[in-house]
């Protein structure tokens, strides 16, 4: 089992910055994938970035890409996820996710994940 929870989120204007940050607990971190993805209202879930256990492997939704950045840092059982020049259709509940894998590849579809964080707000304002 792993938990794993959001922090980082907030209200902050448009062309600023926030940087999500997803702590895991209970198992070996360096085994996962991870992922964050979003979710507006009355919108369907999507993928925004994903990075492979080693780090080698990054997937990004097209519309974050040049903004985001997914990182992690496997000795803090963390992933991060850097948002800059955030545009209001930014605004949504941010989620981070897991799969245990070892392999090299980095996971776009959510019923790919096998644990998934509360989510975190980022409301930006125009």
């Known amino acids: 089992q792993v938990q794993l929870v959001e922090s980082g989120g907030g209200l902050v204007q448009a062309g ?36 492979s256990w080693t780090g080698g492997s990054l997937y990004y ?36 996710a897991a799969k245990l894998d070892r392999g090299r590849r980095a996971y776009v579809r959510g019923d790919e994940y096998d644990y998934w964080g509360q989510g975190t707000q980022v409301t930006v304002s125009s």
Do not use: H
């Open 16 to 51: 600023g910055s926030l940087r999500l940050s997803c702590a895991a607990s209970g198992r070996t971190f360096s085994n996962y994938a991870m992922g964050w993805f979003r979710q507006a209202p009355g919108k369907e879930r999507e993928s925004v970035a994903a990075i």
């Open 61 to 96: 939704l097209d519309s974050v890409k040049g903004r985001f950045t997914i990182s992690r840092d496997n000795a803090k059982n963390t992933v991060y996820l850097q948002m800059n020049s955030l545009k209001p259709e930014d605004t949504a509940v941010y989620y981070c």
